[in-house]
């Protein structure tokens, strides 16, 4: 009787303790910021992602004297490698919107297009 009296005393002790740890008083918990920390590295690695698949369409630019009609284009022309989708799994839409200008666009976390959250890089 007196081993389940302490056991149970000692789940609360434990309760209490990782309750404290979890939540600040008067300000987010420690959960909550590195819920935050997280998406900020999502957004984080899908802008450099944009960015290395902007540098292999300048190379192709460079190369050829026009910008790629689609990314399977670049591609075939490409032997590094880019990554084409972002930090949630979704493939990065290319735009051509003239002869010489694009458009790379990321979903965003929401994973729809032409929404608050998109990540785009126009050139």
């Not at 694009?102 to 990540?119: M, P």
């Amino acid at each position: 009787m007196k081993i389940k009296g302490f056991l149970v005393i000692f789940l609360l002790v434990v309760i209490v303790v990782f309750f404290l740890y979890v939540v600040k008083p008067g300000g987010k918990s420690r959960l909550k910021e590195q819920v935050d920390a997280f998406a900020e590295v999502k957004e984080k690695t899908t802008r450099t992602n944009l960015t290395s698949l902007e540098r292999a369409i300048d190379l192709f630019i460079a190369q050829h004297g026009k910008i790629p009609k689609d990314l399977k284009e670049l591609q075939t022309f490409s032997r590094s490698v880019y990554v084409d989708t972002d930090s949630w799994g979704n493939k990065i839409k290319y735009e051509r919107i003239s002869d010489s200008s694009y458009r790379l666009i990321s979903a965003g976390k929401d994973k729809n297009f032409h929404t608050d959250d998109d990540i785009i890089i126009k050139n």
